[in-house]
């Protein structure tokens, strides 16, 4: 009798807790299919949402319930269930939303109620922006893009996407995620991402991050690119000088009576959406939204981008219950769209969290959050799986296990492998071996072979080998051979350097050998642009001299924004001096000019041995980061990056003939204006606090510029001479401060506006003192083509002022720019 209750109990119990499955469709009255339309229990924030063809599934232990089906523009339809033990079928079918407009009159020249419906929106924003003070929530996101067509080839190389499916039609990205998000206001948040699924590989991490779109915000961010300015809320403060608005009628839904707002951009080329928000009578919170944008919305990259999202309320307040974003759009021949679905459940809006629970990580991903079974995800994921996407997982989670296969992975070593002429000759050539993660990797010829007044025809071989491991550890080493066929000089070193770090990134560098280098270590020209220089216009720009060199570094991150930097050199430094007047042309009064800098100096430098010793400690403040299973990266901050380095010229150490001690404080930052653009800075003081014994290589120098090919921005001077200003003073001021309009201003002009050039205005400064300073003011356009920059350069000095233009090509400047 004992045995025959226990198993009546743990029969009954079985049946109140197991879960029965409902499914169903979800159409309009014509049959037509409703894409992600949202299923809740009522009066709570309990449910699913149907995916792309209007499917639903969803778990419910027995009871009898209330569901609530909605989508944007549609009446929303309840029906009672009563959950047992067998699974439920039940479809919905939604009417069309009628919009009630009998009580309003709207008179010629006279306002359209819909301004007063916004005013009272704009007057409550920020009350409904920061009224939930605190919550966690959990959320489902599922991204999917798909191609409708592409290129046979691109730049040249055929496109394979080496799934054996020939078929223009075919889905690019798939991938789901669940993730917990918490929240605290003013200023914390975090994402734990518990699973997570990349079609294809098993080892990736997918939409890591849901990223709502709160309209309630006064600029709305959406993605990376797509507009640097942002895009401007139908409902922010300043909204009435972007939108006009349209009363479209009321509803009702639960009660509550809804105003259905047509949001109508008055200017083309401007930021701005256009469509529908739904806003609740006397609450003035958003309901619903359908808006979208537009190439003429000043976006880039692409056609159209639709945003939908449902509020449903909780408790007091109301909650987003779903945002689905729909992108499209063709690149360089790529016809693509896709879908973006976020599903918000199980609101917590008294969540207690534990000390120290928000710190600096603010996205976490766990150590097994992508390696859930199949078995999971199908009775996990709110928004059931078309077709062709479980097709998809099927097709290429069984090709990731081929290309897995060492054969396979041979086959594409012996496939991608085989040098061709214009890879040897223009872009290089990588000899790979997938399987053991190792690499070889040539410069082209085109860049192994230059021309300079010390060594004439110049070669420079230098290959590098590389191997991968698990997470950071990799190492890389390179040997360098040149030989000058002028001075008959060869010249051999080697570098190596190894990362390693669970937590944070770490690295060990060294070389040595002999090497020529530029008395600017930074090397602020490359050999090429000195090459074309030296042979058309006569101008030998490259200054350089010979060392036989050991150097080596530690750089390791710190956490909490901060780095640290070590390092150490020895130079025994050789001067060269000039072997030829050979160039293309032969130009009047235009003679080679000595190889050291005759602005600063009247001789070469004295052979002599150099021993420098440096710290350096970088730090930004308020820094946040991403913690994945096997380390931690630094996803920036919202303040400044600060860098301190000190430099020490050893005298005695290895016969070092220097004694010197300098310093350098620099800082850096981008504001983010919104609507009004980007300032970018870069701000830099310095000095010798001990200048005994300095040689040419240790002055302080900067990155100037004399070719038309811009110096990297930020870190340069794009009108100064290399050397004109390098010193050995005391203490001197920099500053690079660019304004980046990105369409201010740009969009009011025919054409311009069309191709979505921007406009950007800036200075570059350099104080010494009152006999040796440079500045230069300039106005240019960027994001032509998405990749080019010209600039009109206006620079001043003591004794002349002078101007020219500078390009930014991609891929190609004048030189490195480290600071």
């Excluded at 003070?133 to 191609?147: A, H, S």
Aim: aromatic share 14%; glycine share 6%; charged share 25%.
């Amino acid at each position: 009798m004992k045995q025959f209750i226990l198993c009546c109990t743990a029969l009954l119990c079985f049946t109140a807790l197991s879960a029965s499955t409902i499914t169903g469709t979800i159409t309009d009255k014509k049959g037509n299919i409703l894409p992600f339309a949202s299923i809740l229990v009522k009066k709570s924030t309990v449910g699913t949402t149907a995916n792309s063809k209007g499917i639903f599934s969803l778990q419910l232990a027995a009871g009898r319930y209330v569901l609530l089906c909605q989508h944007v523009g549609y009446k929303s339809v309840e029906k009672e269930i009563a959950v047992s033990a067998d699974d439920i079928t039940i479809n919905f079918e939604l009417e069309e939303q009628q919009y009630d407009l009998k009580d309003v009159v709207v008179k010629s020249g006279s306002e359209d109620p819909a301004y007063a419906i916004i005013r009272n929106a704009i007057k409550h924003r920020e009350k409904h922006l920061k009224e939930i003070k605190k919550f966690q929530c959990e959320v489902y996101i599922k991204g999917q893009l798909k191609l409708r067509d592409y290129p046979k080839r691109i730049l040249g190389q055929p496109v394979d996407f080496e799934d054996g499916d020939t078929s223009k039609r075919k889905m690019l990205f798939l991938s789901e995620t669940v993730a917990r998000y918490s929240v605290l206001e003013p200023n914390d948040s975090k994402i734990e991402v518990l699973s997570t699924r990349v079609s294809g590989n098993s080892d990736g991490f997918g939409l890591a991050s849901p990223q709502i779109v709160s309209f309630y915000e006064n600029n709305i961010e959406l993605g990376d690119g797509l507009n640097p300015r942002g895009f401007i809320s139908p409902i922010s403060n300043n909204a009435l000088n972007y939108y006009r608005y349209k009363f479209e009628g009321t509803f009702f839904e639960n009660g509550k009576e809804i105003n259905h707002i047509k949001v109508i951009p008055k200017r083309d080329y401007e930021p701005l959406f256009n469509g529908y928000i739904d806003i609740i009578e006397d609450e003035w919170r958003i309901h619903s939204v359908q808006l979208q944008l537009l190439k003429k919305s000043q976006m880039q990259f692409l056609d159209t981008l639709k945003i939908d999202q449902l509020y449903v309320p909780a408790k007091d307040v109301w909650v987003i219950k779903q945002q689905v974003i729909y992108p499209a759009g063709k690149f360089f021949g790529f016809d693509f769209h896709g879908n973006f679905v976020q599903v918000y459940d199980k609101f917590n809006l008294d969540p207690k969290f534990e000390k120290g629970f928000f710190n600096n990580t603010i996205l976490k991903i766990y150590d097994s959050a992508n390696k859930k079974p199949k078995e999971y995800w199908d009775t996990t994921r709110p928004v059931a799986l078309l077709e062709e996407e479980a097709k998809d997982y099927k097709k290429k989670d069984s090709l990731e296990v081929v290309r897995k296969d060492p054969k396979y992975l041979d086959s594409l070593d012996r496939k991608f492998n085989k040098p061709n002429l214009s890879g040897i000759v223009l872009s290089g050539y990588t000899y790979s071996k997938r399987k053991s993660k190792l690499s070889v990797s040539f410069d082209p010829i085109f860049d192994m072979i230059n021309y300079n007044t010390v060594e004439e025809t110049v070669v420079n071989f230098s290959p590098a080998i590389s191997k991968s491991y698990e997470g950071r550890k990799s190492w890389r080493i390179s040997p360098n051979l040149r030989y000058g066929f002028g001075n008959k000089h060869f010249n051999a070193h080697i570098t190596g350097n190894y990362n390693f770090g669970k937590k944070y990134l770490n690295s060990i560098s060294a070389a040595f050998g002999s090497k020529v280098f530029q008395f600017n270590n930074a090397q602020p020209i490359t050999p090429r642009m000195n090459t074309f220089a030296t042979l058309y216009w006569r101008n030998n720009f490259m200054k350089i001299y010979e060392a036989g060199f050991a150097r080596v570094g530690y750089t390791a991150g710190l956490g909490d924004g901060f780095s640290l930097n070590l390092n150490a050199q020895f130079q025994d430094r050789r001067p060269l001096e000039n072997m030829s007047n050979y160039s293309w042309r032969k130009l009047d009064g235009q003679p080679f000019t000595p190889n050291y800098p005759t602005e600063i100096v009247s001789q070469n430098i004295p052979k002599h041995q150099s021993f420098v010793a440096g710290v350096s400690l970088s730090w930004q403040p308020g820094s946040k980061y991403m913690e994945l299973p096997n380390r931690k990266v630094s996803l920036g901050s919202d303040y400044p990056r600060f860098n301190l380095s000190l430099s020490q010229g050893i005298e005695g150490l290895a016969g070092s003939d220097v004694n010197f001690t300098r310093w350098r404080f620099s800082m850096n930052d981008d504001v983010d204006l919104k609507i009004g653009g980007r300032i970018d800075y870069r701000l830099a003081t310095g000095g010798f606090l001990n200048a005994d014994k300095v040689y040419l290589p240790d002055f302080q120098h900067y990155q100037g510029n004399r070719q038309s090919i811009a110096a990297p921005y930020l870190n340069s001077f794009q009108l100064m001479t290399y050397y004109g200003f390098s010193n050995t003073a005391k203490l001197y001021g920099e500053a690079h401060v660019e304004y980046h309009l990105n369409g201010l201003i740009s969009n009011k002009i025919p054409l311009i506006r069309k191709w979505n050039w921007f406009f950007v205005t800036g200075t570059n400064s350099l104080f010494i003192n009152k006999d040796q300073y440079h500045s230069e003011v300039f106005f240019g356009i960027e994001n032509i083509l998405k990749v080019f920059r010209v600039d009109y350069i206006y620079a001043f000095e003591k004794q002349q002022n002078f101007h020219g233009i500078r390009f930014s090509l991609p891929f190609l400047v004048t030189g490195n720019g480290e600071d």
